[in-house]
T-cell receptor, first 112, second 112 residues
Framework: DVKVTQSSRYLVKRTGEKVFLECVQDMDHENMFWYRQDPGLGLRLIYFSYDVKMKEKGDIPEGYSVSREKKERFSLILESASTNQTSMYLC???????????FGEGSWLTVV | DQQVKQNSPSLSVQEGRISILNCDYTNSMFDYFLWYKKYPAEGPTFLISISSIKDKNEDGRFTVFLNKSAKHLSLHIVPSQPGDSAVYFCAARFQGAQKLVFGQGTRLTINP
């Protein structure tokens, strides 16, 4: 089974703090993704990466950056957290030729 | 601009009956469609998918129908069970791309 692991399930951070969300997959997938889920808005793509050190902006990249130094690890960075970044963050991965993407369990971030 | 739309935020169905979840899309360049199921505080899990060259795909109690001329797809669950209560997301993929575009989700509640 594909395993996508998000290290932090629940975080509470203060406005202006730098936040790191870490994601690791164990299936040697080329592609990795960060989505956020908000009520009524569904899942929106923040960034994705198709190879080590490669990244592309998704639909809502403002206020976020990413890092992919190793194939199995994809980090989402909030340089200066704001209250409108309070959300559930979902990491996902798939192969270069895959049709389905596989999600981690999600990280609930609250910014106060 | 919401390219994938789920216009019903919620749906309530009696146990044993058929559940029908609907999804509309606007872009004819989508070539692959998926349904994901999500329980609270968990990541979405893949349920069923369909290629744009087909009009129906069935997997046990789950059937997805695709009407390309209407740019509409639907998920049928027969018979509905209490464990089917979850949020269902419709997703679409552009030809040649890996990222998915998601709808807003429909919360399905199965009543005993």
């Amino acid at each position: 089974d594909v395993k996508v692991t998000q290290s932090s399930r629940y975080l509470v951070k203060r406005t202006g703090e730098k936040v790191f969300l870490e994601c690791v997959q164990d299936m040697d997938h080329e592609n990795m993704f960060w989505y956020r889920q908000d009520p009524g808005l569904g899942l929106r793509l923040i960034y994705f990466s198709y190879d080590v050190k490669m990244k592309e902006k998704g639909d809502i990249p403002e206020g976020y950056s990413v890092s992919r130094e190793k194939k199995e690890r994809f980090s989402l960075i909030l340089e200066s957290a704001s209250t409108n970044q309070t959300s559930m963050y979902l990491c996902a991965s798939n192969t270069g030729s895959g049709n389905t993407i596989y999600f981690g369990e999600g990280s609930w971030l609250t910014v106060v | 601009d919401q390219q994938v739309k789920q216009n019903s935020p919620s749906l309530s169905v009696q146990e044993g009956r058929i559940s029908i979840l609907n999804c509309d899309y606007t872009n004819s360049m989508f070539d692959y469609f998926l349904w994901y199921k999500k329980y609270p505080a968990e990541g979405p899990t893949f349920l069923i998918s369909i290629s744009s060259i087909k009009d129906k795909n069935e997997d046990g109690r789950f059937t997805v129908f695709l009407n390309k001329s209407a740019k509409h797809l639907s998920l049928h669950i027969v018979p509905s069970q209490p464990g089917d209560s979850a949020v269902y997301f419709c997703a679409a993929r552009f030809q040649g791309a890996q990222k998915l575009v998601f709808g807003q989700g429909t919360r399905l509640t199965i009543n005993p």
